[in-house]
């Protein structure tokens, strides 16, 4: 069964599989193979259990390698993948205590490759005393290795260490090139359901920070401690290379297995040649007689928001940035700072990419910068402390947010736009996949929906190119979309008549050679696959993740009908958000399957709901609410509310948040967020900071097809809509800010200088760059369009700071210039008061925190489009506009030659 028809697994069928796990795996292929394989790692012979303060590790006997890793006070749960033990007993499968390495004679050019599970031989015990939990010399599973590797289990002031000492017993010098520490833990879910794999299972993701880096282990549900691997001694976290030689099966259910890099001269010279790292690849020479001692140690920080907490008790170096590590050009950031040493030196990489201006230290020591991008790219702060730690910190300097949406939405229209009056499959006019490697438009694909105008990767153009509307309206990509809206989405994509009205596609492009004439496909593409649909599969309308794109597509041009002149006047506005409305019923009554789960872009359905409110469509909107209660009550009844036609997504937790909490079902939203936390780390690297975790969707979206963590995926902004609502009502949590405002700047973080926009980055060393194809891209600009805004908060620490704003003090005063694409969103955390506009642009946003008053100054990009300005302020937070009308939603109607507004606070 292929991955793609996986997504079709019933819920009852993944409950029988979990129910029978050891005998699925019994039948599987693979595991067939491997079992006629001997056995090598000696499970049969038994294991030594140790005892920490906070954790149990079980070592096997024969290996010293860990069998088990326990909280103290949970022993059902394992961090390892214990129930894969006895299948993953041969060789070449790894384990928590293996090591890797790559050397060469110094008179050589070559490197040779050793790791101690390609061909496990039992080790060698060594005696043990005082902190030493269990010692091994391991040289024998290393083949003909020239060099002695000894293994040590110790406990080190009640944390668990693995040190490795590497001694030169030969003649000769060695270089030491490649040296890897796999990390096994267990992220394996295959033929588990969400229940079962929020139980057992484990996400993992790296701090590629050198001396200051570690990885972070969380369970999926987000709750209790966080596992953190530290660098002990000479383990500069350097890289995060994949392990794809062990041959565990990577799939939808199991990322992979990852190794902690600490040398990696000698990939960098060969399999990653022509790559630009993260860091700078090292290496070291082993002189004869020479050795050398390298150690990871296992702490536990009591929640996932105290890691940088634990970090500090360890005497760790934090890092913070605020807002992050993604730097507008005309923006700068901060960065604080946190260690026992003083800061030696600081450089940039590639130099003169960024400029810091040291600040005063904060009242809690915090060394303070100020963070400024010169040059568009990737950038790295190199940062040398007293005593010779080196941190590294991952920026990416991008063009202003305005620009980069200018860029993107210029592109799609032009580059991206698709006129071909002959197509055979109805496809013109549109906003069609691109492929930016051979700069043309993707008009065929063994997977049809690439091509085909629907599903994430198909649809994702024209509804990035929709959403931009929202954004910055203008007024020549509008008139191509409305024309893609009337011609090709609404009668094509979307039945216009019939019994199937209003139902969505699956995809306009399919391969049926006997149906046209010869030619029409090309010789070069591979049709013999699963993926190339023909005609009745293609016209397929029970998906429910395509109804939410063209939901969002009609809700946009009612939008743009509602609040703006002769943008979008072909249509009534009533007509426009009806269809949206329609959408939303027929994803329920048409594709009843996969409605049940949280839709990407699900949180379209909510917007629908309240415009059908504030219009006063009263029977409409109840209509709607009655089915969308109806799924959050079945959500309410499954303990994990988030599954998804995938075994575990990363995509309903949006709309199952959003309806939880609308509904009042409150602890569902809190299961639903906390998972979102296990997955979308806050770490000092643009690249994994708020991305939210996605690895396969470069198989069913990507040019660059394999199963591989991606970097900033439309999961990142999605997932940014429910955190960043939870933050809102939590003002405090400064944690929630910054993974939320991270993830929602994951949409822009790789947009190209011309404006396209890739699906997602390629986290492989041995790639480090966009994809080749646009992808799914639009669903995480989605995101952006309906979530982005400034914060302005005042934090105990670090004083006043604003995230998409530049702020500035003056006698006493806040001022914040609003720096993000659209201007129409400010959150000022102070008063927990939330401003959006419907129309026009909040150009800056003056705070007197002595009065609580307000002063807007207001502009507009589009006068003869936007006679006024229309202002969101809610009742609840106490704050009006002097003097101005409302109109019949409730906004404030401002003249649009209206330059500045005095917002004042009712005192109750």
Known sequence: MSMRNARKIPLILLLIQAAFTQQLYAQNPFWEEVKKQPATLGVENGSNTFALSKLNVQLLKSSQTVAALKLKDDQQFDYTPDELLTKRDRNKFFHLGDITLSIRPTNETAWTAYSSATVRKPV???KTSGKTLAAADITASLGNIPLQVSRYWENIDGDLCLRFVIKNNSKAAYEIGGLGIPMIFNNNMDWKNLDSAHADNVFFDPYIGKDAGYLQVNRLHGKGPSLLVLPQENAAFEAYSPLNSDPTPRSITFEGFHEWTIHSKAYAENEWKGVEQWNEPSAIVLKPGESKSYALRFVLAPSIKQIEEELVRQKRPVAVGAPGYLLPLDNPAKLFLKYGKQVKDISVYPSGALTLEPLPKTKGKWASYLVKGNTWGRARLNITYDDGLVQTIQYKVIKPEHDVVKDLGQFLTTQQWYENPNDLFGRSPSVITYDYETKTPVTQHRNAWFAGLSDEAGAASWLAAMMKQLVQPEAAEISKLKRFANETLFGRIQHKDGPHKYGVVKSLFYYEPDSFPKGTYSDSVNYKTWAA?????????????????VAAAHWVLYRLARNYNQLAAEEKWQTYLDRAFQTTVAMVEKAPHYAQFGQMEGSIFLLILLDLKKEGLTDAAQKLEDLMKARALHWKTLNYPFGSEMPWDSTGQEEVYMWSSYFGFDEKARVTLNAILAYMPTVPHWGYNGSARRYWDFVYGGKLARIERQIHHYGSALNAIP????????????YLLRIGHAGMMGALANVTQDGFAPGAFHSYPSTLANDGIS?????????????????IIRHPEFGWLSFSGKLSENKGKIKVDVTTASKARVFLAEEKL????????????????????????????????TPNFLLNIAESSGYRVPESSKDQQGRYVIPNTTTSIKLVKDVK
């Open 834 to 865: 939330y401003l959006t506009m419907d129309a026009g642009e909040i150009a800056a946003l003056t705070y007197d925190p002595k009065t609580s008053d307000i002063v807007l100054d207001l502009q507009t990009s589009n006068p003869d489009f």
């Open 124 to 126: 060698t015990t060594l």
């Open 723 to 734: 955190v960043l609502t939870d933050y809102r009502e939590n003002p405090s949590d400064f």
């Open 533 to 549: 649909w023909p005609k009745k599969e293609a016209d397929n309308i029970g998906r429910s993740y395509n109804y939410p794109h």
């Open 775 to 791: 992808g799914d891209y639009g669903s995480g600009f989605y995101g952006y369009a309906v979530n982005s805004g400034t914060y």
